[in-house]
């Protein structure tokens, strides 16, 4: 039965045509009553098909699913950036993505971007994210897309779709690859105090242009991986891919103090590899210890050449990056703490930049052929120990798993983990609630949608006000 199924098993990744709104969604089992507001996710959706275009490009559509008193009810709607509209209006795609136009497209349009990575809550807004262009604000109970937000004109360029909120302070740390432009080798850093006010914004160089989609940030220091996924734009104006996997670059992070500044910045080297996702770091005296998904090569992307990377190699797996900052070596040191494939990690976000208790990603089923299947959820302890597994029926998959504390002074990891669920055999998708450690205890509650949920990148809860 496990072959037949994994014989048949079909992506998710294809877009849905429709906007709908479900005001009342059947609840199987019980919803917390502490479960109070709303779940957005965010993941591309493509209006139109834009042949060769690559999955990471696809219009955002945002899915909201919003709990209130044991109740459910959802909506959805595309963000509608200058790209979305432009399209729209065209009734056809014109661009191919990263920045690139369609042949026939018109000659004044230039990208305005997917906002389909991400989606945040700080300082009273909610904004889509993606890394190549500004946050686009959204309002929040209608999904309606409100435009980019441009912090009163402090900021400009690439925004990444994973800023990260210090726990204590609120402040919004950020950076931004190709900042001097399209596939340069220049980040930009920042931060954004609670209230919305833009502290800081500047701009420095890295060894290599490359495609830097997380940065890890703890309570005094800022690290950026510059991993060997990289941009080109002799590639991108030659009609090859603008992304690729060059191992020969090697790979760097560099590390910077929090107050310090970019000219000081340390860069460390390891065995080439690719991450596209931390899930947190903190300090350890002198070391900086960090948790990340780390792949051998980038997934996804082909090798300068044209030629596919190994998938043998393209899977991630739970792996500690640590830094010596008194040592006498350029040199940080990586090792693995599972053989289990999986990604999207997700913390306690009270714990973020802090030594945290407890972690959580989704998982492919080990017992299973289908490698790199997101089939079930990882609870790992601060030191990558297995805690818990839950696997999904063959064939199923399943979203970046999101905490959602019990309350604000509860304990670290005292809450539930919210995630879509595709149901493989009914084609549609349901929003599974678990006991934050005790997931092998399976869902105490599923939210059932009568469509799916294509399968996505991230998403964040928001607490009703």
Known sequence: MQQDAIAEHRSN????????????????????????????????????DSPG????????????????????????????????LAEHDAGRALFAGFGRKLPDAPANLTDGGAANTNIIFHAGKLL????????????????ATRGYHNYQGRLAGAFTAHPKIDPTTGELVFF???????????????????????????RFETPYASMVHDFIVTENHVLFPVLPLTGSMERATSGRPPYAWEPDKGAYV?????????????????ETCYVLHVMNAWEDGNRIVADVMQFEEAPLFPRADGQPTDSKKSFAR?????FDLAG????????????????????????????????????SNPKLPVIGALSGIAHVDGNGKRLGLYLLPPGDTISEPVFVERSKDAAEGDGWLLAVVWRADENRSDLAVFTATDIEAGPVALVQLGHRVPDGFHGNWVRAQ
């Open 328 to 363: 006498n070596t350029d040199r940080f040191q990586q090792a693995y703490l599972d053989d289990l494939t999986g990604e999207f990690p997700r913390v306690d976000d009270r714990r973020a930049g802090l030594k945290s208790r407890h972690g959580w990603y989704a998982c």
């Open 176 to 202: 931004g690859y190709n900042a001097a432009g399209p596939l340069t080798p220049a980040l930009s850093y920042g931060s954004i105090d609670a209230s919305g006010n833009v502290t800081r914004f500047e």
């Open 128 to 143: 889509a994210l993606e890394e190549a262009h500004l946050p686009t604000e959204i309002e929040p109970g209608t999904l």
């Open 53 to 84: 275009a690559h999955w990471f490009v696809g219009d955002g559509m945002l899915h909201a699913f919003h709990l209130e008193n044991g109740r459910a009810s959802y909506r959805n709607r595309w963000v509608r950036t200058p790209k979305w």
């Open 254 to 270: 560099g590390v910077m103090k929090r107050k310090g500044s970019s000219k000081d910045i340390v860069w460390f080297r390891a």
């Open 318 to 322: 739970h792996c500690r990056w640590t």
């Open 13 to 48: 990744r294809g877009p849905i045509p429709f906007e709908a709104d479900a005001p009342v969604l059947k609840v199987i089992g019980e919803l917390p009553r502490e479960l109070n507001g709303t779940l957005y996710r965010n993941g591309p959706n493509p209006q139109f």
